[in-house]
């Protein structure tokens, strides 16, 4: 099977050798120095999300993945996720080009509505527009990524006449759009003929079957263009799974609760976190040997052309991190692909 591997972070604060939190500037360069040990071990892709909130450091992703463009040769390089629905879709055309760019062509970009919603007051939207902000905006930057003059109109922004946007890209903008569970998102993007990436942080990944059926049909049945189907779930990689699990925990449970506290969600619990690495559950922790038997389990169960790794999660270390990255290029990618030719 073709599949790429990929790494995923929203830049969590995290904390140093003393216990205390890194400064969100100290985590920023951190995640360049992870990148780069992602371009050394010969990892596809490197996403940095985006987010408006204490817990996160990154709040221009695009500006993070520049700096990285100039230190890596080969690591494709984007969002996880974009959140179009309180940007402009030209100015975000215009930034991932830019990026495109300045990394000779390896640039991408994660379109989603955002599950955080931090962004809609800061930036003047309501809430109220959330369906409608998403699907015009996403139509307006399908048409961008045509690189022709383009003519629009809708309610959520300024029309457009014959409007032309820059730089123009070397070999187009691959874009997928980040989906969370909902049918009707998933029907969207195939009408506009992009990658799905389907975001599953909870439950068994062969819940989400239907979802890629649902996709298959709908792209056969618009007549659009078909493309890998990609994964997105967190986890971690130790030498072994007692390392893993110790060194994860304490971070799957500071995000849970901060974030569990707004959203009305139990404690988080060690019973919990074991069931969520379990085969009935959406976090990939272990060794390399665990972490890549689950991987390519669900690789084989969705068909998927991709499978990205959120590998930071709460206040994990650095160095914790650093680890983890250099585990899953050079022991756990390699063991799937073996696992997946085996099989086949």
Known sequence: ???????????????????????????????????????????????????????????????????????????????????????????????????????????????????????FPLFGYDLHDYDALFEQKLELFVQLLTEQPVTWSGSMRASLENADVFPKTANGLRTWVGVGGSPESVVRVARHGLGLMLAIIGGPAGRFAPFVDLYHRSVASFGTTSHPIAVHSPGHIADTDDEAWDAAYSGFEAMNNTIGAERGWPPYSRARFQNDIGPAGATYAGSPERVAAKIADTVRTLGLGRFDLKYATGTLSHESMMRSIELYGTEVIPRVRRLLADRD
């Not at 500037?25 to 987010?51: K, L, S, Y």
Request: no cysteine; aromatic share 6%.
């Open 1 to 119: 099977m073709s599949i790429e591997f990929g790494l995923d972070t929203f830049g969590d604060i995290t904390r140093g050798d003393d216990g205390e939190l890194l400064t969100g500037a100290q985590t920023i360069r951190n995640i360049v120095e992870q990148a780069e040990m992602a371009d050394r071990v010969g990892i596809d892709f490197f996403g940095v999300g985006e987010h408006h909130r204490p817990e996160f450091a990154v709040s221009a992703p695009e500006m993070v993945l520049a700096t990285i463009a100039g230190r890596t040769n080969n690591i494709r390089l984007g969002t996880a996720v974009t959140v179009l629905s309180s940007d402009d879709p030209v100015r975000v055309y215009e930034r991932f080009a830019t990026l495109d760019a300045l990394s000779n062509g390896r640039a991408e970009v994660v379109l989603g509505r955002g599950s955080f919603i931090e962004s």
